[in-house]
């Protein structure tokens, strides 16, 4: 049996929305798949009632403390031994589940992942990742999204692996092409850092690397399935593509109710702005639901503050894929190789 | 009498669409501007009449020889003398035009900007920007957007006051706020590069600072009106909101025929909906037009080498804005102070 943990204290509108992603993610999981929610248990309970969801369907872990926002991240996973993200994180240490997530706190999330989980031996520095939406309903890997700044070639070039290694065993994409964001096509343009970086990925043999994409063609998902960038320049295309989601949402895209109204007649009329509908919904992060933290020892998946429940459903589908994918095991295979 | 002069060989589809675009421009323009064509004055007179225009309607600077866009710049700029970029790039230094617009060869349009124009005493290092669209038909502006790569923090700290400046005069934006491009708000985020730059940018008294933004904020126009980055990222942004442009364009949003046909009934159903096609349509490059490179002795705007004659009609207009404010002068005044 496979066991998903969840912090049902994460995220702004926790325990509630987490509560409630949990129980749309029971029928999308499969039957051997079992949630562990950590957090106030009567809470939870209560919740559960109200969701009319038996709380026997869950394993609940008791927890009393939460990490909240304002905390000092590294201080307050110390000094909250009973929160539910250090408990959390010490539950997966122990074997006791096989992946934890959390709309919680990020940074309380990546000093577990770091100090607790620890990096795979080999792995320069962990990174976080994000799916992103491309055209025609599939999906690529855009990293660093803002774990490291001003990272040195070697660590840029082995998020191409670690990248390339994710895109094929969680993705499922056969031979992923691994391509460096960069401002021109040719080998020559970019900045020191990038070019350097391009010399080593073309080196790697393990990888499929195809060379330089620009921005312009990241969403097109015709050069590249894994797209490697600093965290400064992939935490900003991530932000911007979330920003110009929420326009387009805001604008009358999206999940507004207008659109929802129109859909299945634009549907009708338009095959084209259909997908443009598809596009612009994978766009959201409530489809994405988390980040999963890449090169360390067990599966981890931090989502977004603002989670509803829809991306907490989200990622905890995702969080099962990737516990399926065994990550870990196979980064550490290619890395001793 | 204002002179705008403009590289009717410039650009994918020059000489038709420059010089169609041209054509537009005339009735956008003051009565006592006047438009200069350097190019091939057989084919120009050729296309105006096919568009039922008076050549004299135009001033034409006969020349014989066009740079390609496979042309090496700096060598094509000398080697071929007569160029339409040459003789227009001469025609600014001497005074016989007011400003210089081209949609052809960027690299030889920025040979001509730095070494026959030349930077402005006091300019580090000159810069391309672009206005980008904000929502509620405002325009904000963001540089570098792709000359300088690794750029020092005192150059990108400069670019706080040319761009504050070039918003001012240009954009009309009074007391322009200022922001640089990091990956958080707070001061101590990012990268070593832009840290410095906040604290050069904090310092200066002669611009309206307000810090730092993050990308999902440029569009939104609530943060600031310049927006400071360093080449690589500055590029990676526009070349995304360019690529996301496409991407909606195609799947139905944009010029498409049925969108121009759904547009009134969207907008009398929805003022949100109509909004959207105007977010989405000042995205396009056609209406920005062209990329003016700030900091040097004379307004001289590069063009998207696919620019249509309505993005050649767009710069010619912004063009005209950018000679009637003087921009040269106004910023010769600032680094003297």
């Avoid at 929610?37 to 009393?64: M, N, P, S």
């Avoid at 999906?139 to 692996?161: C, I, M, S, T, W």
């Avoid at 670690?162 to 992923?176: D, H, Q």
Wanted: glycine residues 10%; aromatic residues 6%; hydrophobic residues 45%.
């Amino acid at each position: 049996m496979l066991k998903i943990g969840i912090d049902a204290m994460g995220g702004d509108f926790a325990p509630e929305v987490a509560i409630e992603g949990a129980v749309m993610a029971l029928d999308r999981i499969d039957a051997e798949s079992r949630i562990v929610l950590f957090g106030d248990e009567k809470r939870i309970r209560e919740l559960l009632a109200q969701h009319g969801c038996a709380a026997e369907r869950f394993d609940i872990v008791a927890t009393t403390e939460v990490i909240e926002m304002g905390d000092h991240p590294a201080k307050a996973f110390i000094g909250k031994p009973d929160s539910s993200i250090t408990v959390g994180f010490n539950h997966l240490a122990e074997g006791k589940i096989d992946g934890f997530a959390s709309a919680g706190s990020t940074g309380a999330m990546l000093v577990g992942s770091m100090q607790v989980i620890k990096p795979i031996e080999g792995v320069i520095r962990p990174v976080i990742s994000s799916a992103i939406p491309v055209v025609k309903n599939r999906r690529a890997l855009l990293l660093d999204v803002g774990l490291n700044v001003d990272a040195k070639p070697e660590v840029l070039a082995q998020y191409g692996l670690l990248g390339s290694i994710y895109a094929e065993s969680v993705l499922g994409i056969e031979r992923p092409r691994v391509a460096l964001l960069n401002i021109g096509e040719e080998e020559a343009k970019g900045n020191a850092q990038v070019k350097a970086t391009f010399e080593l990925l073309k080196a790697d043999k393990r990888i499929n690397f195809v060379g330089n994409v620009e921005s312009s063609y990241i969403f097109t998902g015709k050069v590249a399935d894994v797209v490697v960038a600093d965290g400064f320049v992939g935490n900003t295309i991530l932000k911007m593509a979330e920003a110009l989601y929420r326009i387009n949402d805001r604008l009358g895209g999206g999940k507004s109710r207008l659109k929802s109204f129109l859909r299945p007649l634009l549907g009708r009329i338009s095959e084209k702005l259909y997908y443009q509908s598809d596009f612009w919904d994978a766009m959201n992060y409530e489809s994405v639901g988390g980040t999963p933290v890449i090169g360390i020892n067990a599966p981890v998946m931090i989502g977004h503050g603002g989670s509803s429940a829809k991306a907490i459903c989200s990622m905890i589908c995702s969080m099962e894929r990737e516990i399926k994918a065994d990550l870990a095991a196979k980064l550490r295979k290619a890395l001793r190789a």
